[in-house]
């Protein structure tokens, strides 16, 4: 039994060995009082957690994240306006430089991307959308933190030029791209789903040797 048990805690430990969990935080924000006219602004305050979550991506890179960018519906926990935070670690197994795709959508979007706290990338209201650039990194661990802010669009809510402010676009969603895998090891690793594939065998081999071993 005790052998049973240590081949699938091994099975386990290999399933995890090639992820890494990158947490995603989501903040709400609070809208200034109504207006007569029935408009709300947001304060861009963003200093309420509305909730978290965990996505998996390989060991080596902060990539592939893919948060409904094709269909800019992405809604965490129902709100479509928000700031989320992504941040993690990664392990660099063989050193050099990867090139990278960062895609915010939404006009007056917001997106930051920062590697042991240096600024990688950081877009703003009025830049490109998308970015695209080549990192380099050494050997070793390394930690990230990825900020994205859906984008924004002006209301008119008077007769006055001056009548006017911005609201949510509803019109949101994220994606980090790595197209070299540069950092991947050197030797290629299973990924974790062709581990938890053998896992089964295994402890099926486990078990047969179990009862031949009674059987003497």
């Not at 992405?74 to 430089?97: C, I, K, N």
């Not at 930690?143 to 030029?161: A, E, L, S, V, W």
């Not at 001056?162 to 969603?173: E, K, L, M």
Request: with cysteine; glycine share 8%.
């Amino acid at each position: 039994m005790k052998v049973i048990r240590l081949v699938a805690a091994l099975c386990v430990t290999l399933c995890a060995a090639t992820r890494a969990n990158v947490i995603v935080d989501i903040y709400q924000d609070q809208y200034m009082d109504p207006i007569p006219s029935g408009y709300q602004f947001p304060k861009g305050t963003f200093n309420e957690l509305a909730g978290s979550f965990e996505v998996q991506t390989p060991s080596w890179t902060p990539a592939p994240l893919n948060f409904n960018v094709e269909t800019h519906d992405w809604h965490p926990f129902g709100l479509t306006w928000y700031m989320a935070d992504m941040h993690g670690t990664f392990q660099v197994e063989t050193p050099g430089t990867s090139h990278f795709d960062f895609n915010r959508v939404g006009s007056l979007s917001f997106g930051e991307w920062t590697i042991d706290g240096e600024v990688i990338y950081r877009g703003d209201a009025f830049e490109s959308q998308h970015h695209d650039g080549n990192v380099t990194l050494g050997v070793g661990q390394h930690t990230f933190d990825i900020k994205y802010r859906p984008g924004m669009r002006d209301q008119q809510y008077g007769p006055n030029p001056w009548d006017h402010g911005v609201i949510p676009y509803d019109y949101d969603g994220f994606a980090l791209i790595d197209n070299d895998n540069t950092w991947a090891p050197a030797v290629s690793v299973p990924e974790s789903g062709a581990w938890c594939w053998l896992a089964v065998p295994l402890v099926l081999l486990a078990r047969r040797l179990m009862r031949k071993t009674a059987a003497y």
